[in-house]
């Protein structure tokens, strides 16, 4: 018996855009897909500025925001994969930003957004 085995290309990310609820990415094949923002809580966490602040990785397999340590794959947006993080770790990385902000404002004296 012989298996055959599909092999199925993923299209690559060409821009991202993120509004108030939703991050939505162009794909080479010319399809745009869509995931709610709340699948994303670094995203939702993070200021316009950071949103917009994202690069292609992998060839355009991956998206990363570095401002907030955020990667998000191609693969997983077309699966329906919300982010994999733990709240354990979320609540870390929330620490850590606000500890860095606080930071960065008593040194400037004025809140850093």
């Known amino acids: ?10 299209p690559r990310a060409e821009n991202v855009n ?3 609820d939703t991050l ?12 709610p923002l709340e699948w994303f809580p670094r ?16 060839k355009g397999h991956g998206i990363h925001w570095e401002d ?3 990667d998000i ?3 997983g947006l077309l ?6 993080e733990s709240q354990a770790s979320f609540k870390k990385w929330v620490n850590q930003r606000q500890a860095r902000l606080t930071k960065h404002s008593s ?5 850093c957004h």
């Open 24 to 35: 939505s990415v162009d794909l080479s094949d010319g399809r745009t897909i869509s995931a």
């Open 73 to 75: 794959s191609v693969e």
């Open 18 to 20: 993120i509004t108030k």
């Open 107 to 111: 040194k400037h004296g004025k809140p």
């Open 43 to 58: 995203l939702v966490y993070a200021t316009p500025e950071e949103r917009k602040n994202w690069r292609l990785i992998g």
């Open 79 to 84: 699966t329906g994969k919300a982010s994999g």
């Open 68 to 70: 907030i340590d955020e």
């Open 1 to 10: 018996m012989n298996i055959s085995v599909i092999e199925i290309e993923i």
